[in-house]
């Protein structure tokens, strides 16, 4: 469901919008016809602005002068192995800066504010369903910093009624990503012949998510008209462990062989049950649309093609 015509009116301020999901949010958004603003601290071409969100003027300044109607927040650390030993710099960006774009929400009148949090605010959970109401249990100061984002999220709506939206997003695989990913791994080794070896993982879950429908989670998320909850699971129709999931893209991509031990991935170590996501495709219209093994084929392609780093 969408409201009154969002999609032609207005600017929409997108935070990382160098990066792997907040570059995809700027393309579907001009496809349909809405005046984008990428932003990014450290641009990569041209047409992105320079904006650290930490600079508390410089974001205030931009949403007055561009007239800015919606944001969607993708810009910060981006994960729990990022700047691990400089916890001060994940409290700095991802909750500071947080506060600087609801802030500029506030005085400057912003219809929607998109916040990408994360499925590591759960930290370690019991087996079974894990919905939005599972306590969250942060193990780490980049999942504390998500759970504080979301927190700032709700208080600004509950106290200056800013309309602010948190994503608790799953592990996003697919071109674009930077960071350490398990798939790209083994379809790089695959290619080359190498077999990929894990210390850990044997045991191991993990709920992916392909970029284009975390990008597609982002965009119902900026249009949706009312939704009840402020806090939505977003995730795939998996729920794997790894060696499952190199069993799944054996089958998919010749060449792959993978050998693990026991253990929880130390990059990111939390076990959680599977997410619902019931509350996302009854409140924002967003059902995933990719299978695990649809976005591992697309993900091969788009390596085999030299394509990792665009999006068509």
Sequence with gaps: MSIDSPRQRG?????????????????????????????????RDDE?????????????????????????????????MVARDNPQSIIDINIGGTANLLEAARVHGVRR????????????????????????????VYAASKVAGEA????????????????R???????????????????????????TVLSFGGDFPRQYLYVEDAIDALIHALDA???????????????????????????IVPGIAAR???????DD???????????ARQELGYTARWSLADGIKAYADSLLLGKEQRRD
């Design 11 to 43: 600017t929409v301020l997108v935070t990382g919008a160098c990066g792997l999901l907040g570059s995809g949010v700027i393309t579907r958004l001009r496809q349909r016809g809405t005046r984008a603003l990428p932003t990014d601290a450290f641009p």
């Design 48 to 80: 992105t602005t320079v904006l650290d969100v930490t600079d508390a003027e410089a974001v205030h300044a931009l949403v007055a002068r561009e007239q800015v109607t919606g944001i969607v927040h993708c810009g910060g650390i981006s994960g729990p």
């Design 113 to 140: 504010l998109v916040f990408c949090s994360s499925l590591t605010v759960y930290g370690n959970t019991a087996n079974g369903p894990v919905p939005e109401t599972t306590p969250t249990l942060p193990t780490s």
């Design 152 to 167: 700032l999220v709700n208080a600004y709506a509950a106290q200056h009624r800013v309309d602010g939206i948190s994503l």
């Design 169 to 195: 997003i799953g592990t996003v695989y697919g071109p674009g990503r930077r960071t350490t990913c398990f798939i790209r791994t083994l379809l790089q080794n695959a290619g080359t012949g190498v077999e």
């Design 225 to 251: 008209a009312s939704p009840v909850h402020r806090v939505f699971n977003v995730t795939g129709d998996s729920y794997l462990t790894l060696p499952q999931i190199a069993e799944l893209a054996g089958a």
């Design 260 to 266: 693990f031990e026991d253990g929880p991935d130390p």
């Design 269 to 279: 170590p939390d076990r959680q049950g599977q997410l619902t996501a019931d509350r």
